[in-house]
């Protein structure tokens, strides 16, 4: 089953002030880069957009896509901050080559 990269970005929908001291106490936590099978939540301090990087496999890159944006919109939606402009982008790493110098 192919592997496949998912970058999923979003932005936060005008956070109430309670929703932005919440995200900014967990900011540290949240500065990671790169893609795990847990998937990385990542945002900065300004509080306009976020990024979810996840490594998923699954036949069709449209199933991968879904998969992504449905995990950080629950990941999004369990904690009440509110979202919107969700969208994802898949990279399959099977049809990546690799050029040697």
């Known amino acids: 089953m192919p592997t496949y990269r998912v970058l999923v970005n979003g932005k936060f929908d005008h956070p109430d002030?309670?929703?932005?001291?919440?995200l900014l106490a967990e900011l540290?936590?949240?500065q990671a880069i790169g893609f795990?099978?847990?998937?990385?939540?990542t945002y900065s301090a300004h509080l306009g957009a976020f990024t979810y990087r996840v490594t998923l496999q699954g036949e069709e890159e449209r199933d991968v896509l879904d998969e992504a944006e449905l995990k950080v919109m629950e990941l999004l939606e369990?904690?009440?901050?509110?979202?919107r402009d969700v969208?994802?982008?898949?990279?399959?790493?099977?049809?990546?080559?690799?050029r040697r110098r």
Do not use: N, Q, V, W
């Open 17 to 22: 002030a309670d929703t932005r001291a919440k």
């Open 28 to 30: 540290d936590r949240h």
């Open 78 to 83: 369990a904690k009440g901050y509110p979202y």
């Open 36 to 41: 795990t099978e847990e998937g990385l939540f």
């Open 87 to 98: 969208a994802g982008k898949a990279t399959c790493m099977d049809d990546i080559k690799i």
